[in-house]
């Protein structure tokens, strides 16, 4: 099984864009298709073709959960309006997917067919069990109930039903901010903040402005 790190690729975080997740699952894919073809993994001589095949897609994952692809501009290959500055996931709760979403659909369905194409030409599709499973599921589908943390999910949602005061609720940030650049405790802004029905996503975002992201490889 060849398993590339998609969190830092050369220091970058790949799930930050859809695009780039794209790109490292077709790494994989790549894999697959030379094992099918009797090779090793990066295309090299191997003895023959492997009893268990297995791959991990990441696409449809990070589609899902996107607040807004290449939010960071890492991933240089997105540049398509549609998916650049998008955000991911349903619609609504029906599940329509997002154009961000979309994509990834499409390209782990291209991704699967060629797989199955490889077998068929191998001769031995018929020998094969092809299983497509998920280890867990994104939730909520409905966008108006999301509030998660963290760079994957930092949508404006508020509480189904909450009333908010947008004003409260940006002063409050703001003195999250303010506290978290000084050497106060911040959880008590933080506490208040929340209770004006600021979003996790949104205070992550304050403190994010303040101490930065994580970068495994970079230091200040």
């Known amino acids: 099984m060849y398993t590339p790190e998609i969190t830092n690729v050369d220091g970058a975080d790949a799930t930050a864009s859809v695009v780039c997740t794209v790109k490292n699952d077709q790494k994989k894919v790549t894999a697959i298709l030379n094992q099918i073809h009797?090779?090793?993994?990066?295309g090299?001589?191997?003895?023959?073709?492997?009893?268990?095949?297995?791959?991990?897609?990441?696409a449809v994952s990070v589609g899902q959960k996107l607040a807004?692809?290449?939010f960071d501009g890492s991933c240089a290959e997105d540049t398509d309006p549609l998916l650049n500055g998008q955000p991911g996931g349903y619609l609504d709760g029906s599940g329509t997917p997002s154009d961000v979403l979309a994509y990834s659909l499409e390209k782990t369905d291209v991704a699967l067919q060629s797989m199955i194409a490889a077998l068929r030409q191998q001769g031995i599709y018929d020998s094969t069990m092809f299983i497509v499973t998920a280890k867990h599921g994104q939730?909520?589908?409905?966008p108006a109930k999301q509030n998660k943390v963290g760079h994957l999910s930092d949508?404006?949602?508020t509480p189904?039903?909450?009333a908010r005061d947008q004003a409260a609720v940006d002063r409050l940030l703001a003195q999250v901010g303010e506290t978290a650049r000084g050497r106060d405790n911040l959880l008590k802004p933080i506490r208040e903040a929340l209770r004006a029905y600021a979003t996790i996503g949104e205070v992550c975002g304050v403190l994010r402005e303040?101490?930065?992201e994580y970068r495994p490889g970079f230091s200040a």
Request: negative net charge; hydrophobic residues 35%; without cysteine.
């Open 160 to 162: 189904p039903g909450a």
């Open 210 to 212: 303040v101490f930065g």
């Open 38 to 42: 009797g090779r090793n993994h990066d």
């Open 155 to 157: 949508g404006d949602a």
């Open 139 to 142: 939730s909520p589908i409905n």
């Open 44 to 58: 090299t001589a191997s003895p023959g073709i492997p009893a268990v095949f297995g791959m991990n897609f990441q």
């Open 68 to 70: 807004k692809d290449n």
